[in-house]
């Protein structure tokens, strides 16, 4: 049982002929160094359990700046993906631009041949109707 420093000082020592009574005084100091004893061990416990919990927060001082590092490499690299991304799909709708441009171009060429066909066959049936108009009783032929 340890002794307060309260409990010390108000420890009643009676004096004898030649001072203090060596008993008492004898079981006070045993008591006083039992309480420092006490005292001093707990003092060790708790140092060694500041030095733990010292190299326990270091070690997630550690942790959390790994977490803080590994953080901004994946914000990092998701930038660098959605900027890769946001190329690929320009590059995309570059190539689809070109592509549309071209048969959009492939189909006027088209459209262009056709109606030049088409007018070039108008003139060659106009022709062959002129052509069939001037034979002598074709009339009669076509109207049978």
Do not use: C
């Amino acid at each position: 049982m340890g002794l307060t420093p309260v409990e010390i000082h108000h420890v009643p020592l009676r004096r004898g002929v030649w001072g203090y009574r060596r008993n008492a005084v004898d079981r006070l100091l045993d008591e006083v160094a039992e309480s420092y004893e006490e005292v001093w061990r707990g003092r060790a416990e708790l140092m060694d359990e500041v030095e733990s919990l010292e190299a326990e927060l270091e070690r997630h001082r550690e942790l959390e700046s790994l977490l803080r590092k590994t953080l901004v490499s994946a914000e990092s690299a998701a930038q660098e993906q959605r900027e890769a991304a946001r190329r690929e799909a320009e590059r995309i709708v570059e190539e689809a631009n070109v592509e549309a441009r071209r048969i959009t171009f492939a189909a006027i060429a088209e459209r262009e041949r056709l109606v030049n066909d088409i007018r070039r066959l108008r003139e060659l049936l106009q022709t062959a109707l002129a052509t069939v108009g001037d034979v002598p009783g074709a009339d009669e032929v076509a109207a049978a």
